[in-house]
């Protein structure tokens, strides 16, 4: 029902920057979660950074304060902005969207990274950080 597919990854110097792109087609639904996921080599697949269709976000630790993710609902795209990358950043990056929404209390919804709550995936973006 959902296609999702991922641009803008490839090959940069630790302290670079990267921005990925994630194209939604088919029947999308605008007030889903989105989320960006990696996986490194021999590790298992981890949250980066979810958005609401409000806009509220979320971000790993390991990233917070460096990657930005955004979305424009109107063009059904997702974007993850990343700088001052390091090594350990290099990975298969993963766009997915699903109804992973929770209630943080006081009227503010945020997105779960918990990778069971998305129904749908992209096919997966390499990203290799230097050192």
């Known amino acids: 029902q959902v296609q999702l597919v991922e641009s803008g990854g490839g090959s940069v110097q630790s302290g670079g920057s990267l921005r990925l792109s994630c194209a939604a087609s088919?029947?999308?639904?605008?007030?889903?979660?989105m989320g960006w996921f990696r996986q490194a080599p021999g590790k298992e697949r981890e949250g980066v950074a979810t958005i609401a269709s409000g806009g509220l976000t979320i971000y790993a630790d390991s990233v917070k304060g460096r990657f930005t993710i955004s979305r424009d609902n109107a063009k059904n795209t997702m974007y993850l902005q990343m700088n001052s990358l390091k090594s350990d950043d290099t990975g298969m990056y993963y766009c997915a969207t699903g109804p992973a929404s929770y209630s943080g209390g006081y009227g503010n919804t945020y997105c779960s990274a918990q990778l069971k709550r998305y129904s749908y995936w992209g096919q997966g973006i390499q990203v290799t950080v230097s050192s």
């Open positions: 088919g029947y999308t639904y605008n007030n889903y979660c």
